[in-house]
């Protein structure tokens, strides 16, 4: 049960937090506990974060702010070990270094900045290239958690629109074959159209000379016209 005193000072806290959130984080507590934190880290650009989005949370004491939170992360991220607490000078691993005047800020700050750091209790280590993998795959894992699509329904809706986009993309016509592919087909075509042209050029040909009537004969028969014309007055 937390304190009298551990509830207005996170109340106060969290007001805080929402007038001036912290750049790059997200953090809502839970409607059922106010002392647990959901928080989202969005993954700067630049580092090999770039793109990622880490869900996790930050766990007060009922003695808070006279000894320190506890803070986890959810979403495989690559930097540190998942459903673990982590290691931070302000978290329950060095309460001889906390300070009560720290604040909720604070917290999601610095976790902010040892996201690109130095090894520490509860970090792993793994390549460049699979920290950018889990950070492209980071937002649908954290749609799978019933808790997350409650307590940040804007992600959900940032997931839902990529998937749009995606199925989008692949219904949009397909590319062109190669065109070393392509050219035999085409030439084809094109011999087979230069020899269609040239059997309709014969054709023409042939009903031009069908349809044509020869000068010889036009004179051939306009004398035999005139010779029948001309036997009557003959015989006169």
């Known amino acids: 049960m937390a304190e009298k005193s551990c509830i207005k000072r996170l109340q106060k806290e969290y007001r805080a937090l929402c007038k001036e959130p912290v750049s790059h984080v997200v953090a809502r507590p839970s409607p059922n506990d106010i002392l647990e934190l959901h928080y989202v880290l969005e993954g700067s650009k630049g580092t090999r974060f770039a793109g990622g989005y880490y869900y996790g949370k930050i766990k ?10 506890g803070i986890s992360m959810t979403t495989p991220n690559g ?17 001889e270094s906390w300070n009560p005047m720290w604040s909720v800020s604070r917290a999601a700050f610095i976790h ?9 209790t509860g ?17 649908a894992f954290n749609c799978k958690n019933a808790t997350f699509r409650k307590m940040f329904p804007e992600y959900v809706e940032k997931y839902n629109e990529q998937q749009q986009l995606a199925a989008a993309s692949e219904q949009v016509s397909p590319e062109m074959p190669n065109d070393e592919n392509t050219r035999p087909v085409l030439e084809k075509v094109l011999d087979s159209a230069e020899g269609m042209e040239r059997v309709e050029g014969l054709k023409d ?28 007055l003959l015989q006169l």
């Open 123 to 139: 970090s792993v280590n793994i390549t460049t290239a699979e920290k950018q993998r889990l950070a492209k795959s980071s937002l």
């Open 112 to 120: 902010g900045e040892y996201m690109d750091n130095n090894p520490t």
């Open 205 to 232: 040909v042939r009903r031009n000379k069908k349809q044509a009537f020869p000068t010889w004969m036009m004179f051939l028969l306009l004398s035999i016209f005139g010779v029948v014309m001309a036997l009557p």
């Open 79 to 95: 930097r540190f070990m998942t459903q673990k607490k982590i290691c931070l000078s302000m978290s329950d691993f060095h309460p």
């Open 60 to 69: 007060f004491p009922p003695e808070y702010p006279y000894k320190p939170p």
